[in-house]
């Protein structure tokens, strides 16, 4: 019976989701490489996103400040800008500069000494307030997500918990920051974003929906590259051999699944529980002894079961052009690098950053 | 409406249900159900049904089909078949008249003579099936054919002699019509050799043998059983319970007319497989024949009481039969997977949030550094030290999870070695006067182990309770003990429901499925003190000698029970709302006890807790290592005085060396630490603790009993044994 139903999916709803958890498995599988990866300079406390200008600076979101780092390993850091409320997503664009997402208030570009050049808030009439990744083409457009009209993006958990209609949205804008428009709405929390290889189209990442769409540059219908991924997707980038780096910020665990279709239960631990005491996903910060255990987690013989369900988890994927892990980049349940939110690639390397352990490492890449 | 819904979990219906499918008495469930309707139908639609004189009629026709039911389930049981009891009865059914009526035997001759024509058949049937090997469908049809064609020829033969003859004894006509208390002498009979039967069956050493050739003669064979004389003592009973039918079946109608015994066997067959008698061989017990038997009778009977046509009646048999049989294999395919849907059985417990547990926080419970620096004895040298105990020689002793009592020696811990290997699971120990170990073990019951390494058992079960279906005698999780002055030893049996390895579902229910139970060494009993318990886990025995202070971990409780005293047998809690799971109690060198919190509470699982229904979806739709459970990782341990008053805490920040905390051990100034999933056992030096005092000496030492502490103190609550 499930299966004749699952056909009649595939064939009459082919971007349906679909809701058994994959098991981690071909690109997906299993390693310690980013556990073992080579950390660069000290802790950065919740550390977001990172950028390259062209000058190969880097860029790095974390709290309340920008800071710029310095080659070769980035540990000279210094603040560029700050701000009243926390950065998150970074963008480089010839035409318009440094951008930066800013919760509860849009996006703006930063000019090389720090100051606000310019803001993106409210694209018809409606304000920006979860801006969670901004992309730019070649040719200057600003691509933007805005994750949710709910939630400011520190509030990703109540927003996964909440469970309300999906709000999030895709704008477009000039390199100027003007001429705002709307390319795709209702989305479920967009969380990446990326201008394909060809400048033709741009793939979206919804965290919800666990899933890579492919939207038309021009707006249009979009196309489910991937559905159903293991993790919850998060920010997404170009890589140098065609291909994208996808950072996926936790995984999904049949708990969390199973507390997303209890009602009542979730409405009650939102009410009653503290946030960072909840059942479901994090990034790995702020540890608490009081937070939800499960079975498999129990510590054997004192050590932590790597392939314990994990309430916090480090991944980074490598996709193809077509939106197919080639390989990952893993620290499991026991590991130090949890809750990756961002990976860019340059000159042969690719940095990751973990904002749950506020570590930023570099990736090998192989042709 | 919450004391409703309360009192509704707590005594869920599926808790019975739970238990009642675990029995085994319980896989015949549906044909019995079956009989049942059946009867009921037939008292509605038949008048005067249930009448004496019809009952009677009832009883007096049933027995003959039924023991031939009876020798098919026999058959079928030892793993054949046997196609020929139709015709063994028909064939008894003449010789019985004939060797009275024609030979004019007197009737105990008669009657040997009958059954030892059932034997020879039964004989022929297993020396072809046992020693040649042949096949039992082929080789009764063969004999059932040959006899029902001697059985035409020889009543043609003797018909007009036999219809002539009669028979002047009191007995034969007792035996064709008579009464034992109003019931008709071949209907007690049945009872008697059924009840017989059924004996022999399940606790006669042949008639297991029966039962293990027919569940697998490779297997039999292979356990030393003498596989033949097996098959063929099956179908020689088989055959003489045939035999006896046609004898009292000659008895009642005193005749053997054409159509005797036709088609009997294909009822028989009916009967057993009706009874869920597996064809396979080896599933079944003689009951369940005869129900299937009662089922068959009742329904023809029924039928041609009503008038129905003899086709229609065939047809309407067939029908339930089959509906029945399919039905009947759905359930005992998947008893046990109801049983698994719905033996977990949520109870409600409502939790307030307990004192905060916030470093700097204030409270006795505050995170603090002071069992960071603990050093470490026997890492990676001990697997699981739930409990660990020293003897007066400053020895270490200790559990590990193969089943072992490991000793470390004085002075430094170096040396390891197996102290006893006693098997289960050993949890909490304690040194008697004679300093022997008695020790807990989970799914054995109570044990002790000499000075000289010798093992005895303490105990393994105690009193059972009466209103239960599943049968709590056997000590099922014992976890913690202690040893009054007296003797006595107390001890937690942690759950009667759940093994060790399932404690997660025991947490998920919350409900009082443990005891505290008591060891008298003067009268060797065992004796259940307290029931219901929600996980009693660590026992002391006060300072004062006059209470049992333990713990429910799941209610996050500590009880006091008085055992000497002038309160006696009172129960109290004397902490509540622990903001960790208590384990281990154990007594401190300033008159105060040790307690283990082997988790913390977390919000979210006291949520879960207030949510049975939660719970019991949880368990159903996601997989055991996925489930929630309380956060055994973190723990602490917390010293407590004889008021219940929490004094003080010792922490390992993020269970770095000591998640699972499940015991500590005080002795001569060093606090010991176990934990029922670690690798090593911790100490850490109590600054100003007496640098002299051991456990042993606390108990059995000189000083001790000098009115301690205080000698009463003032009970908190209520009692409230269990959620």
């Known amino acids: 019976m499930s299966l004749a139903r699952d056909i009649v999916d595939r064939i009459f709803f082919p971007d349906r989701d679909v809701h058994a958890i994959p098991v981690l498995d071909g690109g997906f599988s299993p390693n310690e490489r980013l556990e073992r990866a080579p950390v660069l300079g000290d802790t950065l406390k919740s550390a977001d996103a990172l950028v390259f200008d062209d000058r190969g600076v880097l860029y790095v979101s974390a709290g309340l400040q920008i800071l710029a780092c310095a080659a070769p390993d980035f540990s000279e850091r210094k603040v560029l800008a700050e701000f009243d409320a926390n950065v998150g997503a970074l963008a480089w664009s010839a035409h318009t500069g440094l951008l930066a997402c800013v919760s509860g208030r849009g996006v703006c570009a930063v000019d090389a000494d720090g100051a606000v050049a310019g803001w993106l808030e409210q694209p018809d009439g409606d304000p920006v307030r979860c801006p969670t990744a901004v992309a730019c083409a070649v040719e200057g457009t600003i691509y933007l997500t805005d994750g949710s009209r709910h939630n400011p993006f520190e509030q990703w958990q109540a927003d996964l918990m909440q469970k309300r209609p999906p709000s999030g949205r895709v704008i477009a804008c000039g390199a100027d920051l003007r001429g705002a428009c709307v390319l795709a709405d209702n989305l479920d929390w967009p969380a990446g974003i990326v201008v394909t290889h060809d400048e033709r189209s741009l793939y979206v990442v919804e965290s919800w929906a666990h899933r890579l769409s492919k939207f038309d540059c021009a707006g249009g219908k979009p196309r489910v590259a991937v559905k159903n991924f293991a993790g919850y997707p998060s920010r997404i980038s170009r890589a140098s051999d065609g291909g994208y780096w996808l950072a996926l910020f936790a995984l999904r665990t049949q708990l969390t699944e199973f507390i997303l279709r209890e009602h009542e239960f979730r409405a009650r631990m939102m009410n009653e529980v503290p946030q960072h005491l909840w059942a479901g996903p994090s990034l790995g910060d702020g540890f608490d002894p009081r937070e939800p255990t499960q079975i498999g987690r129990i510590k054997k013989l004192g050590i932590q079961k790597p392939w314990a369900p994990p309430r916090s988890y480090g991944l980074v994927a490598r996709l193809d052009a077509l939106g197919n892990a080639v390989e990952s980049f893993h620290s499991r349940a026991s590991g130090r690098f949890h809750g990756v939110t961002c990976v860019v690639e340059r000159d042969g390397r690719a940095l990751a950053v973990s904002k749950g352990h506020g570590k930023i490492a570099a990736l090998p890449v192989d042709g | ?723």
């Open chain 2, 1 to 723: 409406m919450n004391a409703l819904r309360r009192l509704w979990y707590r005594y869920s219906p599926q808790l019975i249900i739970g238990e009642l499918l675990e029995k085994r008495w319980m896989e015949p469930i549906v044909p019995f159900t079956l009989m049942l309707l059946v009867f009921a139908a037939f008292i509605v639609t038949i008048p005067s049904y249930a009448s004496i004189v019809q009952l009677q009629q009832l009883m007096r026709s049933f027995p003959e089909q039924a023991f031939v039911a009876m020798a098919m389930a026999l058959s079928i049981l030892s793993g054949g078949i046997d196609l020929s009891v139709g015709a063994v009865f028909a064939m008894a059914d003449f010789l019985t008249l004939y060797f009275l009526q024609v030979q004019d035997w007197p009737l105990p001759l008669t009657i040997v003579a009958v059954l030892a024509w059932g034997a020879l058949i039964g004989a022929v049937n297993g020396g072809l099936i046992a020693y040649a090997k042949t096949r039992p469908f082929l080789t009764t049809m063969v004999v059932l054919i040959i006899l029902r064609a001697a059985y035409n020829k020889i009543t043609g033969v003797y018909a007009a002699e036999l219809a002539g003859a009669s028979v002047d004894s009191a007995a034969w006509d007792f035996l064709g019509a008579g009464f034992v208390f109003g019931i008709p002498i071949n209907m007690v009979c049945l009872i008697v050799i059924g009840a017989i039967a059924h004996l022999y069956l399940t606790r006669i050493r042949s008639g297991v043998h029966i039962m293990a050739v027919g569940s697998s003669r490779k297997a039999a064979r292979h356990a030393g059983i003498n596989v033949q004389r097996s098959l063929f003592l099956a179908y020689v009973l088989a055959g003489m319970l045939s035999a006896l039918a046609g004898l009292l079946y000659a008895a009642r109608q005193n005749s053997a007319g054409t159509d005797t015994g036709v088609g009997w066997e294909v009822n028989a067959l009916a009967a057993a497989v009706l009874g869920g008698i597996s064809l396979a061989g080896g599933r079944g017990t003689i009951s369940r024949a005869l129900m299937g038997a009662a089922i068959i009778f009742l329904l023809i009977n029924g039928l041609v009481q009503l008038g129905t046509h003899g086709s229609l009646t065939s047809a309407a048999i067939g029908a339930i039969l089959l509906a029945a049989v399919a039905f009947n294999v759905k359930f005992v395919k998947n008893k046990g997977k109801i049983l698994q849907k719905i033996y977990v059985s949520p109870s409600l417990v409502e939790f307030s949030p307990p004192a905060s547990i916030e470093r700097g926080g204030g409270t006795v419970f505050a995170e603090n550094d002071r069992l960071k620096d603990s050093e470490a004895i026997a890492l990676d040298k001990i697997e699981g030290p739930e409990d660990i105990i020293l003897d007066r020689s400053d020895n270490l002793y200790t559990v590990n999870r193969n089943g072992s009592i490991i000793r470390f020696l004085a002075p430094n811990y170096e040396k390891r070695e197996e102290f006893a290997r006693i098997g289960g699971r050993p949890l909490g120990m304690a040194i008697d006067r004679d300093e022997s170990i008695i020790v807990c073990v989970a799914g054995m019951g109570v044990y002790g182990v000499r000075q000289d390494r010798t093992i005895f058992k303490v105990t393994d079960e105690t009193n059972r309770t009466w209103y239960r279906f599943k049968d709590d005698s056997r000590l099922w999780l014992a976890d913690d003990l202690d040893i009054a002055a007296d003797g006595k030893i107390y001890f937690s049996d942690a759950t009667t429901r759940y093994d060790l390895s399932e404690w997660a579902l025991d947490g998920f229910e919350g409900r009082g499925n443990g005891r505290l139970v008591c060891y008298d060494p003067a009268t060797k009993t065992t004796r259940t003190v307290l029931a219901n318990l929600a996980f009693p886990n660590g026992v002391c025995i006060s300072h004062d000698g006059q209470a049992v202070l333990w713990v429910s971990t799941w209610l996050c409780r500590i009880y006091r029970y008085w055992i000497a005293g002038p309160q006696t047998g009172k129960l109290e809690i004397i902490a509540d709302n622990l903001p960790g799971y208590p384990d281990n109690i154990n007594r401190a060198s300033d008159g105060n006890y040790w307690l283990a919190l082997v988790g913390l509470r977390s919000p979210v699982y006291d949520i879960a807790m207030a949510d049975p229904s939660f719970r019991t979806r949880m368990v159903k739709q996601i997989p055991p290592d996925e489930w929630l459970c309380p956060g055994i990782n973190f723990g602490c341990v917390v010293k407590f005085d004889d008021n219940g008053e929490v004094l003080e805490s010792l922490w390992d920040p993020g269970g770095v060396s000591h998640p699972t905390i499940t015991s500590m051990r005080e002795h001569k100034g060093y606090l010991y630490i176990g934990g029922l999933e670690n690798n090593r056992i911790g100490r850490v030096p109590l600054p100003g603790a007496d640098k002299s005092w051991t456990g042993w000496d606390s108990y059995w030492g000189d000083k001790t009993k000098k009115g301690a502490a205080s000698a009463v103190a003032h009970a908190r609550a209520d009692h409230v044994v269990s959620a």
